[in-house]
C-alpha cells in the first residue's frame, strides 16, 4: 500500500490569511516569530499568531474585517523601534506589519505637504526632497529607521520639536482602517478652526488602539537660511538647568535644546560617534538656533552670555557643517550608545515644568542611590521631556525588577511636579498603571468610553494604555450587572 504523504496542520485562520495577502507574505513559524516578540521595550515578549505583510490599503483593510468578523485579536506595527511595549502582541495577536507600504505617494512643493505610506522612513522623506530647499521637522533620535506611521501612532517628538512641535502639527491628513474595516480620509485642509470633533488629533497618539493609518499627508517646511550650534559644558548640573530656564526666559526660541548628564556622556563617548567631550564634565548644553541669518549671531551671544553667568566651564560654537553634524550624531545616538557601558537599560519619558528641573534630576539621583543602580540623563531640556536611562543587568536576579520600580519612581517624581508620565514614547504597556499618577479613574473611564466607540470589541491592540480596572471601575460594573440582573427578574415576574 502506498502510504499517505503526512501533510502539516495549518490554522485555518492562517490559510485565510494567507488568501487575502498570498503565501510570501507571512509568517506563523514558531522559528520565524521571535523577531517580533516585542520592539524596543524588551523587558516583555510574546509571540504572535502570525505576521502578515500587506501591500496595499485595500489588504489591510480585508485583513482588518476577517479579523473582527473572526473575533482574532490584531495589531499594527511599523519598524519596532518604539519604547513603550506598544507593538508587543500580548494576546497572540496577528500582526499586521505595514513594512511593505513605504512609498512617498505625492510630494506639493507649492502647498508644503507629501504624502507617504505608513512604512515610510523619517529621515527618508527629509533627504528625498532636501535638494528642493525643504524638509521634515519632526526628528525623533530614531528617525534613520523609525516610520511615519509609527510617529503618528505614538504621536513622535525629537529634538526640534521645541521650537517646531511634535508630530500632530505637522500631520495635514490621514487615511484610516477602523477597527470593523471600514475604510475614512480626514483632513485638516481648509479652514484652520473647522467646526466639529478634532478626529485627526485623536488619532494621533493613540498608539494604535482606534485605528491602523494607511497613508499620510504631512506638512514640509522651508529650510532655514541658516543654523548655528552651541556646546557648552559645565561642572555643576543645577548650573546647566538654570541655564535652559533663563535661555527661554530670556525670549529666545531655539530650535533644539538638548542636555547631557555625565554618566550619559561616558556612554555616547565610548559609542559610535565620540567628540572628546572632557571625561570629568558634569553636564553639557546643545544648543541649535536656526532662521534668517540676520539676528542669528546676535542670539548665540545671548546664549553665549547666559552660560557665562551659570559658571560654564567652556562654550563654543561649531565651526563648520561637519563639526555641526558631528555634535548631533553624538547626541542621536545616545540611547544605543548605553549599550557600551550598560549590559541593558531601561528608558523612561516624563515630562516636567522647565523651572523644576534641577530638584527632579536630584530626585532622579536619590532614586539612583536608593536603587543601587546607575541613571544617566539624556533630555530635550528645552521642552522639560526627561529621558532617564536606567542601567541594569538582567543577568543579575532581581535587577531587572529594580529597574522597572526605579523606572516607575522617576516617573512620579515628574507627575509629583505637575508634569506628564510621557511626552513622545507613549504609554503601551510599560506605563499602563502609572497613568494612575496624572488621571483619576473617572478620567480614564472617559477614555476607554472613547476608545469603544472606535474598538468596541477591543480587538485593536489589547491591553495596552489603560490600567487594570480600578475598584471604582469594579464597583460600577457591580451595579451595573446587579441592575441588569434585577431588571430581567422584574420582566419575568410581569
Given at each position: 500500500?502506498?502510504?499517505?504523504?503526512?501533510?502539516?496542520?495549518?490554522?485555518?485562520?492562517?490559510?485565510?490569511?494567507?488568501?487575502?495577502?498570498?503565501?510570501?507574505?507571512?509568517?506563523?513559524?514558531?522559528?520565524d516569530?521571535?523577531?517580533?516578540?516585542?520592539?524596543?521595550?524588551?523587558?516583555?515578549?510574546?509571540?504572535?499568531?502570525?505576521?502578515?505583510?500587506?501591500?496595499?490599503?485595500?489588504?489591510?483593510?480585508?485583513?482588518?474585517?476577517?479579523?473582527?468578523?473572526?473575533?482574532?485579536?490584531?495589531?499594527?506595527?511599523?519598524?519596532?523601534?518604539?519604547?513603550?511595549?506598544?507593538?508587543?502582541?500580548l494576546?497572540?495577536?496577528?500582526?499586521?506589519?505595514?513594512?511593505?507600504?513605504?512609498?512617498?505617494?505625492?510630494?506639493?512643493?507649492?502647498?508644503?505637504?507629501?504624502?507617504?505610506?505608513?512604512?515610510?522612513?523619517?529621515?527618508?522623506?527629509?533627504?528625498s526632497?532636501?535638494?528642493?530647499?525643504?524638509?521634515?521637522?519632526?526628528?525623533?533620535?530614531?528617525?534613520?529607521?523609525?516610520?511615519?506611521?509609527?510617529?503618528?501612532?505614538?504621536?513622535?517628538?525629537?529634538?526640534?520639536?521645541?521650537?517646531?512641535?511634535?508630530?500632530?502639527?505637522?500631520?495635514?491628513?490621514?487615511?484610516?482602517?477602523?477597527?470593523?474595516?471600514?475604510?475614512?480620509?480626514?483632513?485638516?485642509?481648509?479652514?484652520?478652526?473647522?467646526?466639529?470633533?478634532?478626529?485627526?488629533?485623536?488619532?494621533?497618539?493613540?498608539?494604535g488602539?482606534?485605528g491602523?493609518?494607511?497613508?499620510?499627508?504631512?506638512?514640509?517646511?522651508?529650510?532655514?537660511?541658516?543654523?548655528?550650534?552651541?556646546?557648552?559644558?559645565?561642572?555643576?548640573?543645577?548650573?546647566?538647568?538654570?541655564?535652559?530656564?533663563?535661555?527661554?526666559?530670556?525670549?529666545?526660541?531655539?530650535?533644539?535644546?538638548?542636555?547631557?548628564?555625565?554618566?550619559a556622556?561616558?556612554?555616547?563617548?565610548?559609542?559610535t560617534?565620540?567628540?572628546?567631550?572632557?571625561?570629568?564634565?558634569?553636564?553639557?548644553?546643545?544648543?541649535?538656533?536656526?532662521?534668517?541669518?540676520?539676528?542669528?549671531?546676535?542670539?548665540?551671544?545671548?546664549?553665549?552670555?547666559?552660560?557665562?553667568?551659570?559658571?560654564?566651564?567652556?562654550?563654543?560654537?561649531a565651526?563648520?557643517?561637519?563639526?555641526?553634524?558631528?555634535?548631533?550624531?553624538?547626541?542621536?545616538?545616545?540611547?544605543?550608545?548605553?549599550?557600551?557601558?550598560?549590559?541593558?537599560?531601561?528608558?523612561?519619558?516624563?515630562?516636567?515644568?522647565?523651572?523644576?528641573l534641577?530638584?527632579?534630576?536630584?530626585?532622579?539621583?536619590?532614586?539612583?542611590?536608593?536603587?543601587?543602580?546607575?541613571?544617566?540623563?539624556?533630555?530635550?531640556?528645552?521642552?522639560?521631556?526627561?529621558?532617564?536611562?536606567?542601567?541594569?543587568?538582567?543577568?543579575?536576579?532581581?535587577?531587572?525588577?529594580?529597574?522597572?520600580?526605579?523606572?516607575?519612581?522617576?516617573?512620579?517624581?515628574?507627575?509629583?511636579?505637575?508634569?506628564?508620565?510621557?511626552?513622545?514614547?507613549?504609554?503601551?504597556?510599560?506605563?499602563?498603571?502609572?497613568?494612575?499618577?496624572?488621571?483619576?479613574?473617572?478620567?480614564?473611564?472617559?477614555?476607554?468610553?472613547?476608545?469603544?466607540?472606535?474598538?468596541?470589541?477591543?480587538?485593536?491592540?489589547q491591553g495596552?494604555?489603560?490600567?487594570?480596572?480600578?475598584?471604582?471601575?469594579?464597583?460600577?460594573?457591580?451595579?451595573?450587572?446587579?441592575?441588569?440582573?434585577?431588571?430581567?427578574?422584574?420582566?419575568?415576574?410581569?
Open positions: 500500500m502506498l502510504k499517505r504523504k503526512k501533510q502539516n496542520k495549518v490554522d485555518p485562520h492562517i490559510r485565510s490569511l494567507i488568501k487575502i495577502v498570498g503565501e510570501q507574505e507571512i509568517l506563523f513559524k514558531p522559528e516569530l521571535i523577531s517580533y516578540d516585542c520592539d524596543g521595550f524588551t523587558v516583555h515578549k510574546a509571540l504572535p499568531k502570525a505576521v502578515v505583510f500587506p501591500k496595499n490599503t485595500e489588504e489591510v483593510a480585508a485583513l482588518v474585517r476577517y479579523c473582527h468578523m473572526n473575533h482574532l485579536p490584531f495589531l499594527a506595527r511599523g519598524a519596532g523601534t518604539g519604547l513603550s511595549g506598544g507593538a508587543i502582541p494576546n497572540n495577536q496577528v500582526i499586521i506589519s505595514l513594512v511593505k507600504m513605504k512609498q512617498l505617494l505625492h510630494v506639493d512643493f507649492e502647498n508644503r505637504q507629501a504624502v507617504v505610506q505608513p512604512g515610510y522612513v523619517n529621515l527618508k522623506l527629509t533627504n526632497i532636501s535638494d528642493k530647499g525643504y524638509y521634515y521637522a519632526p526628528d525623533p533620535s530614531s528617525q534613520y529607521v523609525c516610520t511615519i506611521g509609527g510617529n503618528v501612532a505614538e504621536n513622535a517628538g525629537g529634538a526640534h520639536c521645541l521650537k517646531y512641535g511634535v508630530t500632530t502639527n505637522h500631520i495635514l491628513g490621514l487615511e484610516v482602517v477602523l477597527p470593523h474595516g471600514e475604510v475614512i480620509e480626514i483632513s485638516r485642509e481648509g479652514a484652520p478652526d473647522i467646526p466639529g470633533y478634532d478626529v485627526m488629533g485623536l488619532l494621533t497618539g493613540s498608539e488602539t482606534l491602523i493609518v494607511t497613508k499620510i499627508t504631512v506638512r514640509i517646511l522651508k529650510s532655514p537660511q541658516g543654523k548655528k550650534t552651541v556646546l557648552a559644558y559645565f561642572d555643576d548640573v543645577e548650573d546647566g538647568s538654570r541655564a535652559v530656564s533663563d535661555i527661554i526666559a530670556a525670549g529666545i526660541v531655539p530650535a533644539a535644546l538638548e542636555m547631557m548628564d555625565k554618566t556622556i561616558e556612554g555616547v563617548e565610548a559609542g560617534f565620540p567628540v572628546g567631550h572632557p571625561p570629568d564634565i558634569e553636564a553639557f548644553l546643545l544648543i541649535e538656533v536656526d532662521g534668517i541669518m540676520a539676528g542669528l549671531e546676535e542670539q548665540i551671544d545671548q546664549i553665549l552670555e547666559v552660560c557665562q553667568s551659570w559658571n560654564v566651564r567652556e562654550v563654543k560654537v565651526k563648520s557643517e561637519e563639526e555641526r553634524s558631528r555634535w548631533w550624531a553624538n547626541r542621536k545616538t545616545g540611547f544605543g550608545a548605553m549599550g557600551a557601558i550598560s549590559p541593558d537599560y531601561l528608558v523612561q519619558d516624563g515630562v516636567i515644568p522647565r523651572s523644576r534641577p530638584e527632579v534630576l536630584k530626585e532622579i539621583e536619590k532614586i539612583s542611590r536608593e536603587s543601587g543602580l546607575r541613571i544617566a540623563n539624556i533630555f530635550h531640556a528645552g521642552d522639560g521631556n526627561l529621558h532617564p536611562l536606567i542601567l541594569f543587568d538582567s543577568r543579575v536576579p532581581g535587577e531587572t525588577e529594580k529597574a522597572l520600580q526605579a523606572g516607575t519612581a522617576c516617573l512620579k517624581a515628574c507627575a509629583d511636579v505637575g508634569g506628564s508620565i510621557t511626552g513622545e514614547h507613549g504609554v503601551g504597556i510599560e506605563k499602563k498603571e502609572e497613568m494612575r499618577f496624572i488621571f483619576t479613574d473617572e478620567e480614564i473611564d472617559a477614555q476607554l468610553d472613547i476608545r469603544d466607540v472606535f474598538n468596541p470589541y477591543d480587538l485593536l491592540n495596552k494604555l489603560f490600567p487594570k480596572p480600578s475598584r471604582c471601575m469594579d464597583v460600577k460594573k457591580i451595579v451595573k450587572d446587579t441592575v441588569a440582573v434585577q431588571s430581567r427578574k422584574r420582566s419575568r415576574s410581569n
